[in-house]
């Protein structure tokens, strides 16, 4: 890993001091750099001393996720939102645990709980990309209308899934939420940027 001054001196920080918290921050720098093996090391160690700290919570949460251990880090996310239920960083993390899993009615369900939290967050624009990445095609079939509800969104995947896995069934439900995503998209862009009259 290259040299990177705020991981090196948070280092030398816990060294001082091995009860900082300040382990947490270097976790989740360990997890931005992608040394997630790094990052869960460093959580496992400091929350032996301070368990009950959220933000390192998630961020082992996320870190085993992106090592593909979905059970460990549903494990972490799931006992985050015990505690702390509208932890966004939790909810989209636990979204992306059952996107990855192929449960499409929990992670609408997850998705639907950030949304709810999130208002104008800028990261849900990028939720969408990833969404469109993952369906890889757009489906002129089928697509919602501007008013269409969770309900309906979580209903179409429900009975998608109801027939068991199947990766058409999930590309389709992927790309009506996706569709609807988009819809809330330009709703929200022309409330916060209305047009000129």
Not at 55 to 70: D, F, I, K, P, Y
Not at 141 to 164: E, M, Y
Request: hydrophobic fraction near 40%.
């Amino acid at each position: 890993m290259p040299d990177n001054p705020r991981i090196d001196n948070l280092r030398r920080r816990i060294q001082k001091d091995p009860a900082s918290i300040a382990f947490a921050q270097l976790a989740e720098e360990y997890r931005l750099a992608g040394s997630f093996r790094e990052a869960i090391e460093v959580c496992t160690a400091g929350l032996k001393r301070h368990p009950g700290y959220t933000s390192a919570r998630v961020t082992l949460g996320r870190a085993l996720l992106e090592l593909g251990e979905t059970d460990d880090a549903y494990r972490e996310l799931t006992d985050v939102l015990k505690h702390a239920p509208e932890n966004l960083a939790a909810i989209r993390g636990l979204a992306e645990v059952h996107r990855r899993r192929g449960e499409l009615p929990e992670a609408i369900e997850q998705f639907k709980n950030a949304f709810e939290l999130a208002g104008s967050d800028p990261g849900i624009e990028q939720l969408v990309r990833d969404l469109r990445r993952e369906v890889g095609q757009k489906t002129a079939a089928g697509a919602p209308r501007h008013g269409a509800s969770w309900g309906d969104v979580g209903a179409a995947a429900a009975a998608t899934a109801a027939d068991g896995p199947d990766q058409a069934r999930g590309r389709r439900v992927s790309a009506y939420l996706h569709r609807w995503l988009e819809a809330i998209m330009a709703e929200r862009r022309g409330r916060l940027y209305p047009a000129k009259s």
